[in-house]
């Protein structure tokens, strides 16, 4: 069984990649298999995971819009989780998509594709680009879950009922058995009770699980991708490391659950 998990928030800044590339070596430390799939143009993903976008040839973008065999561009990294790299090319997919027939359908056929050509994995995790566009309504539509990663300050939760409109349309149209999983409070500064605060107003306005626990704020993060490893291995102890292997263990007893 594959869990596809959509990290979605038309927000910019939120912690998606950083949350993708930390739970994803999470879960690899626990000995599942992990696909992780940038679908940003910025390919912030792909970097951050020791890959320089502008020496591959092959990316997303030539799975989605031409129909290239997927196993062909899947990647494996230092932090032992394989990778659907992305290029700025991506930024024309959207365009291209636009016109197609099926395109919401476009990473679910590529899940298929993968596990038709033999490439087994326990995670599949959607790293979305910052808005509501064709490629996150298609991660939305491959996904069995979607996590929202937040920033608990005010003001940061204003696109959350647009997000969870279109969950809700994707419901209707594509996907009818899409779940959300819940929040995920990243850069949480837990000493004010103004973050507390946030996150208890939001939980209770969208009716939302909140996955636990909050990711704090630290400056390890910034350090990581530079590296080309997730916090996982370039602060192995640290407190970021800590409460995304938490929220990874959750997650394996969530999907548990779910199946
Ligand atoms: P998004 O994908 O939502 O745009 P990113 O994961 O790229 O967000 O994170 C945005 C910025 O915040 C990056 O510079 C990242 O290093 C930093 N960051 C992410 N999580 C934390 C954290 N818990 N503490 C401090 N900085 C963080
Ligand atoms: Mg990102």
Known sequence: MTTTLAIANQKGGVAKTTSVASIGAALAELG?????????????????????????????HHV???????????????????????TIELARAEADL?????????????IEDLAARGSHYDWILLD???????LTVAALTAADG????LQCETLSHRGVGQLLDTVHDVKRFTNRDLVVWGVLPTLY????????????????????EVVEPPIPKTIKFAEA??????ILATSRSSKGAAAYRAVA???VTRAGRAS
């Open 32 to 60: 599942h298999s992990v696909l992780l799939v940038d679908l940003d143009p910025q390919a912030c993903l792909t970097f951050s995971l020791g890959i320089d976008p502008e020496d591959l040839e092959l990316s997303v």
């Open 64 to 86: 989605l819009t031409k129909g290239l065999d997927p196993t062909e561009v899947v990647l494996q990294t230092d932090d032992g989780v394989a990778l659907m790299p992305a």
């Open 98 to 110: 636009l016109t197609r027939t099926g395109r919401e359908h476009v990473l679910r056929s590529m």
């Open 128 to 134: 979305c680009p910052p808005s509501l566009g064709v």
């Open 146 to 149: 979607v996590l929202v990663p």
């Open 189 to 208: 500064d837990g000493r004010t009770t103004h973050a507390r605060t946030v996150l208890e107003t939001i939980s209770e306005t969208y009716d939302l």
């Open 225 to 230: 991708p530079a590296a080309g490893r997730s």
């Open 249 to 251: 263990a959750n997650l």
